[in-house]
């Protein structure tokens, strides 16, 4: 079987598409789908099922990437460090959403950087659970850290961590409520506050109404800024409410500069998962980052 029939179908496969696929080989779309249709004549089944938008992979098309993509992977990774004149030293690209990369992950694995013969370079971008999961699905990364647990078994999903999610504001907020208030009152109490969110949905305001009063906010946002770490200068400065993970705000706690509101029986939790593509944990470089990574998060809640 040509291996480079085999690449043009894990590329469609983690892709989802021929166009996005065409793009990331630096092919055209005709080429792509000439050569997947060879491959499903070689092996005498369909590989994809055509949609509207993109394509989705037979059962045939599933085992095939399942079995495959690994080695490819394992293959590129040959080629690439043939090219290195130190063949000790790897690349780890790493996807992760920004606060919890750049204040959590990041450190951890800047230990691995060094010249111990077993240090690798490190790349790292951010961005949504969703463009690190395609990201990763796509070759883009060795190592993802998403908040989303990724379906199929092209991706393999390890649990790293959970963080606690605490509804925070500047003491004058707090003063201005009074202590029962809220207690008394629940969700009511907060609502003609204004909110400091990262996304126009409020997602982490809603989610914590849903899981803490069994209810929606009625505010919408005041400050809407995709960060975390500005949200928390936000709520500092007294902009407003904002809920945020108390790793992250833990140091303004202590300091005084923002309060908690309200402290449930049952605090709202949100998962971390590593995440890889199957099979290639086999690489040194990302199964030590990955366990690194592992071994890191017992200290960090």
């Given at each position: 079987m040509d291996l480079?029939?085999?690449?043009?179908?894990?590329?469609?496969?983690?892709?989802?598409?021929?166009?996005?696929?065409a793009a990331l080989?630096?092919?055209?779309?005709?080429?792509?789908?000439?050569?997947?249709?060879?491959?499903?004549?070689?092996?005498?089944?369909?590989?994809?099922?055509?949609?509207?938008?993109?394509?989705?992979?037979?059962?045939?098309?599933?085992?095939?990437?399942?079995?495959?993509?690994?080695h490819l992977d394992a293959l590129v990774e040959i080629a690439e460090s043939?090219?290195?004149?130190?063949?000790?030293l790897r690349t780890l690209h790493l996807a992760g959403p920004p606060e919890f990369t750049a204040e959590r992950a990041l450190p951890a694995l800047t230990e691995l950087t060094g010249d111990d013969g077993q240090g690798f370079t490190l790349r790292a971008s951010f961005g949504t659970a969703e463009e690190a999961l395609d990201g990763l699905a796509a070759g883009h990364h060795d190592l993802a850290i998403s908040t989303a647990r990724p379906r199929g078994a092209l991706l393999t999903a390890t649990p790293l961590c959970d963080e606690e999610h605490v509804l925070v504001a500047a003491p004058r907020w707090a003063e201005r409520i009074g202590p029962d208030t809220l207690r008394l009152k629940g969700a009511p109490a907060l609502e003609n506050l204004p909110v400091v969110e990262v996304h126009e949905s409020l997602p982490l305001v809603a989610r914590y109404w849903a899981s803490v009063f069994d209810s929606r906010p009625a505010a919408s946002g005041a400050v809407v800024v995709p960060d975390l770490r500005a949200v928390l200068s936000c709520a500092i400065a007294g902009a407003g409410l904002a809920v945020l993970p108390r790793y992250l705000c833990a140091p303004a706690l202590d300091q005084g500069t923002i309060v908690t509101l309200h402290e449930p029986a049952v605090p709202p939790l949100r998962t971390y998962f590593?995440?890889?593509?199957?099979?290639?944990?086999?690489?040194?470089?990302?199964?030590r980052a990955h366990e690194w990574l592992r071994r890191a998060a017992t200290t960090w809640f």
């Open positions: 480079a029939l085999l690449r043009t179908f894990v590329t469609v496969h983690r892709a989802g598409s021929f166009t996005r696929a080989l630096g092919l055209s779309q005709p080429a792509v789908t000439s050569q997947i249709r060879t491959l499903e004549r070689q092996l005498g089944r369909p590989l994809f099922l055509r949609r509207a938008r993109g394509v989705t992979p037979t059962t045939t098309g599933d085992e095939l990437a399942h079995k495959a993509a690994p043939g090219l290195d004149d130190d063949s000790s590593l995440v890889v593509r199957t099979g290639t944990l086999a690489l040194p470089h990302i199964a």
